[in-house]
């Protein structure tokens, strides 16, 4: 199963567990676009709707593309009664737009599964001029908080986090100014997050390369983990940087 699908698996765990971005980057987003009523929006891969709520308030004129069909299942229950929100459960790579443009297109620890050449050639095409691409991700630190808790986790991972095959990133945001994009801008917005042994084994069984590990190792991983966490007073405390990077088409 390729990386970008297994998402897909576990739709309720992912909804109820995959984080939420802060309120002050959406904030920035709107005030800085002027997004709202006739504004049209792309959102690229939109999961459960973990980005969603924020851009679909502002009563743009807001169109989703998510490759999962658990997914969107889940996008049409929750916004499928809005009148603004449209859903396209296709691949963004293959899919044909029709001559469609965008305003303001944007993607929340999507964009980084599309080969570099196409997420940012093909957005460039899809936006009018003067539109804005907008690239959110997450850098969660656990180290800072309690670096002993972190040494054990890491003794879990050494020891069985083997994975059948390793996830090949190599994605820059930065080289969107390579495909004809200018203005490149990188924000930074702070958050905390604090979970239990059980809330964070739900967590982090979401990432892509923990829900593709196998048996003999992947029992005695999340064993591992959850005794690591439990041996540190049960709970593990993240301190978050929600990094938003922005570029405009001319």
């Not at 980057?25 to 924020?54: D, M, N, S």
């Not at 691949?91 to 940012?120: C, L, N, R, V």
């Not at 986090?161 to 990188?186: M, R, W």
Request: hydrophobic share 35%; charged share 25%; glycine share 10%.
């Amino acid at each position: 199963m390729e990386y970008r699908l297994c998402f897909d698996t576990i739709p309720e765990q992912f909804d109820k567990w995959r984080i939420h971005y802060s309120p002050e980057l959406f904030e920035h987003i709107i005030a800085k676009t002027g997004i709202g009523r006739g504004t049209k929006v792309l959102e690229l891969g939109p999961g459960t709707g973990q980005a969603t709520e924020p851009i679909l308030a502002t009563g743009c004129d807001y169109t989703a593309i998510e490759l999962g069909e658990n997914f969107a299942e889940m996008l049409r229950r929750k916004y499928g009664g809005r009148e603004n929100f449209s859903l396209i459960n296709d691949d963004f790579i293959t899919h044909d737009f029709g001559g469609a443009k965008f305003d303001f297109i944007y993607s929340a620890a999507t964009i980084q599964w599309i080969p570099e050449d196409i997420a940012f050639s093909k957005t460039f095409e899809l936006l009018e001029s003067g539109g804005m691409l907008a690239m959110m991700y997450l850098h969660g630190d656990y180290q800072t908080p309690d670096p002993a808790l972190f040494a054990d986790i890491q003794k879990v991972y050494d020891a069985y986090f083997k994975p059948p095959t390793n996830y090949k990133g190599g994605f820059v945001y930065d080289n969107a100014v390579n495909y004809g994009f200018t203005g490149l801008e990188t924000k930074y917005f702070k958050g905390r997050r604090e979970y239990t042994a059980d809330e964070y084994i739900q967590y982090i069984g979401t990432h892509s390369d923990h829900i593709m590990l196998e048996e003999p190792y992947r029992t005695p991983f999340f064993e591992g983990v959850y005794k690591a966490v439990m041996s540190h007073g049960g709970k593990v405390v993240y301190d978050d940087t929600y990094i938003l990077k922005t570029v405009r088409k001319p």
